[in-house]
């Protein structure tokens, strides 16, 4: 699987990349991530990537001739390109199962006031929104669909049973509450919060059950 990532921040990337799961993923050849300068593929000496709007309006927008040439010059057969946008379809866990599936995928990370359209229309092979809510740009929302995909890539989490454990056949995640050590925490006098007693009973079929019950699935 590769990310290909658009931006006019590379930068914002590279710390986060190198920790945790996905640094290990990495490691392992698991996955490959390419963050890419937008203002490479500008043609003007002052290397602009956006223009005024037209109707008029404050801000600027971001221009879609390097856009378009960035993408012409990354994408693969069978890649999905992704473009941000707060106006897209609502990020899921089967939106990320299905995009596990892919061999690259394309994210464009807006910023200003926004992107000219035709991005969305005629480039983009997927509009996404991580929520709604307003961001400074697609740099975030690009790591929380990297985030969520990768972990469902073969390899990248050590212990992969617990994927499997969690997930329905309709491919949704299943989520029960986790406890752990001390069994009574006392934050101060005469306060006792316990753990739920299913849990320490030492009877797996009495533990599983009180899983299920709590079990919540996160798809919609
Ligand atoms: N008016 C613009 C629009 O409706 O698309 C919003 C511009 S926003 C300030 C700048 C960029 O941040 C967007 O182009 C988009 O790439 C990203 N962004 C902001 N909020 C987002 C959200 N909730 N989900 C995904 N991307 C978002």
């Given at each position: 699987?590769k990310?290909?990532?658009?931006?006019i921040?590379?930068?914002?990337?590279?710390?986060?990349?190198?920790?945790?799961?996905?640094?290990?993923?990495?490691?392992?050849?698991?996955?490959?991530?390419?963050?890419?300068?937008?203002?490479?593929?500008t043609?003007?000496?002052?290397?602009?990537?956006?223009?005024?709007p037209?109707?008029?309006?404050?801000?600027?927008?971001?221009?879609?001739?390097?856009?378009?040439?960035?993408?012409?010059?990354?994408?693969?057969?069978n890649?999905?390109?992704?473009f941000?946008?707060?106006?897209?379809?609502?990020?899921?866990?089967?939106?990320?199962?299905?995009?596990?599936?892919?061999?690259?995928?394309?994210?464009?990370?807006?910023?200003?006031?926004?992107?000219d359209?035709?991005v969305?229309?005629?480039i983009?092979?997927?509009?996404?929104?991580?929520?709604?809510?307003?961001l400074m740009?697609?740099?975030?929302?690009?790591?929380?669909?990297?985030e969520?995909v990768?972990?469902?890539?073969?390899?990248?989490?050590?212990?992969?049973?617990l994927?499997?454990?969690?997930?329905?056949?309709k491919?949704?995640y299943?989520?029960?509450?986790?406890?752990?050590?001390?069994?009574?925490?006392?934050p101060?006098?005469?306060?006792?919060?316990?753990?739920?007693?299913?849990?320490?009973?030492?009877?797996?079929?009495?533990?599983?059950?009180?899983?299920?019950?709590?079990?919540?699935?996160?798809?919609?």
């Open positions: 699987m990310f290909d990532i658009i931006t921040f590379p930068n914002i990337f590279d710390s986060y990349f190198n920790h945790g799961l996905i640094a290990r993923g990495l490691k392992k050849k698991l996955i490959q991530i390419k963050t890419h300068n937008l203002r490479k593929w043609i003007d000496k002052h290397k602009s990537v956006d223009d005024r037209f109707g008029g309006g404050l801000g600027m927008v971001m221009k879609i001739e390097p856009i378009f040439e960035a993408v012409k010059a990354i994408k693969k057969n890649s999905k390109v992704i941000f946008t707060p106006r897209g379809k609502k990020f899921n866990q089967k939106i990320a199962w299905q995009l596990s599936k892919q061999k690259q995928l394309i994210f464009i990370c807006g910023r200003y006031e926004g992107v359209e035709r969305a229309e005629k983009a092979d997927l509009k996404l929104s991580i929520g709604d809510y307003v740009g697609g740099e975030v929302p690009t790591l929380v669909v990297i969520a990768s972990r469902l890539i073969p390899g990248i989490i050590a212990k992969e049973q994927l499997q454990e969690r997930t329905t056949k491919k949704g299943v989520e029960y509450p986790q406890y752990t050590r001390p069994e009574v925490f006392n101060k006098k005469g306060v006792n919060w316990k753990v739920p007693k299913e849990l320490i009973s030492g009877n797996h079929e009495r533990i599983r059950k009180w899983r299920e019950k709590k079990s919540q699935t996160i798809e919609k």
